[in-house]
């Protein structure tokens, strides 16, 4: 099982019902692929922020946990804003 198939399996096994966020090429991409194939639907953002307000704001409305994804380095400097927003909302979600 490769690393992308393990991270899948060990979101839905805590019970991510979502999955929000700006995808690149390579460990993102495959995320957002290995969770669809597993049945966690992947919902394209605009913006790194707006995908973890989103992932927030999913698990605040459905009482089911989302997750949100970037990629490495600028992804997720952007996703920050995003991740304190969650955080001082309280809105539980994975980042």
């Not at 927030?56 to 490495?72: P, Y």
Request: proline share 2%; hydrophobic share 50%; charged share 15%.
């Amino acid at each position: 099982m490769t690393a992308v198939m393990e991270a899948a399996a060990a979101l839905k096994e805590h019970g991510v019902a979502a999955c929000f966020g700006v995808c690149g090429s390579g460990f993102s991409l495959q995320l957002a692929t290995a969770l669809e194939d597993l049945g966690i639907r992947y919902y394209g953002a605009a913006h790194e922020a707006a995908a973890a307000i989103m992932a927030g704001a999913f698990t605040r409305q459905s009482r089911l946990l989302a997750c949100s994804i970037s990629i490495k380095g600028p992804g997720f400097a952007n996703m920050a804003a995003g991740m304190l927003s969650n955080r001082y909302e309280q809105w539980p979600a994975l980042s």
